[in-house]
T-cell receptor
Framework: EAGVVQSPRYKIIEKKQPVAFWCNPI?????LYWYRQNLGQGPELLIRYENEEAVDDSQLPKDRFSAERLKGVDSTLKIQPAELGDSAVYLC????????????FGPGTRLTVL | SQQGEEDPQALSIQEGENATMNCSYKTSINNLQWYRQNSGRGLVHLILIRSNEREKHSGRLRVTLDTSKKSSSLLITASRAADTASYFC??????????FGTGTRLTVIP
């Protein structure tokens, strides 16, 4: 079974430019999470989806970050415009809504803002 | 913050030795989970212990949970070079969100 897929794996952009990350969760997983992981820190939740609904986006900086999960499958996280402090690894995770308590993580996208 | 804290921040041991990492947290939890992250990779789920459990084993892993002290420990026995990674504890509350600690960087020397 394929795991959580993320692309791109690496992205380098100039500050003030837009950037987008894509995630395809494990088939059948209704819950999808986006996390940000700063260097030397643990992941921090940005947003959680149940199917296509964002049920917790309290930690998402809404002035520059946006996310969508059309059709309740894959998801896109966007930053516009990017700032130097946005450099981090952006992780996507998915989970069976009514099944186990385990979240399965993708490999992440490492963003560098110059 | 609900984020947990791991102790120590870094640990270096010889292959074959046991490694113990501790995690402290602040709020009531439904469960506590441990994850491993190899350099440049995503997180891999290791083990989950529920709030009504005190100890759990999985292969060379042993996890304990003391809810009265709001703490957990992860023991890796007979360590191998391949165990070199960062280890994170994560607590799950009623909102079904995970809050990660700051991690312990484990180095196992062959």
């Amino acid at each position: 079974e394929a795991g959580v897929v993320q692309s791109p794996r690496y992205k380098i952009i100039e500050k003030k430019q837009p950037v987008a990350f894509w995630c395809n969760p494990i088939s059948g997983h209704n819950t999808l999470y986006w996390y940000r992981q700063n260097l030397g820190q643990g992941p921090e939740l940005l947003i959680r989806y149940e199917n296509e609904e964002a049920v917790d986006d309290s930690q998402l900086p809404k002035d520059r970050f946006s996310a969508e999960r059309l059709k309740g499958v894959d998801s896109t996280l966007k930053i516009q415009p990017a700032e130097l402090g946005d450099s981090a690894v952006y992780l996507c995770a998915s989970r069976e809504t009514s099944g186990t308590d385990t979240q399965y993580f993708g490999p992440g996208t490492r963003l560098t803002v110059l | 913050s609900q984020q947990g804290e791991e102790d120590p921040q870094a640990l270096s041991i010889q292959e074959g030795e046991n490694a113990t990492m501790n995690c402290s947290y602040k709020t009531s939890i439904n469960n506590l989970q441990w994850y491993r992250q190899n350099s440049g990779r995503g997180l891999v789920h290791l083990i989950l212990i529920r709030s009504n459990e005190r100890e759990k084993h999985s292969g060379r892993l042993r996890v304990t949970l003391d809810t009265s002290k709001k703490s957990s420990s992860l023991l890796i026995t007979a360590s191998r070079a391949a165990d070199t990674a960062s280890y994170f504890c994560a607590t799950e509350t009623g909102a079904n969100n995970l809050f990660f600690g700051t991690g312990t960087r484990l180095t196992v020397i062959p």
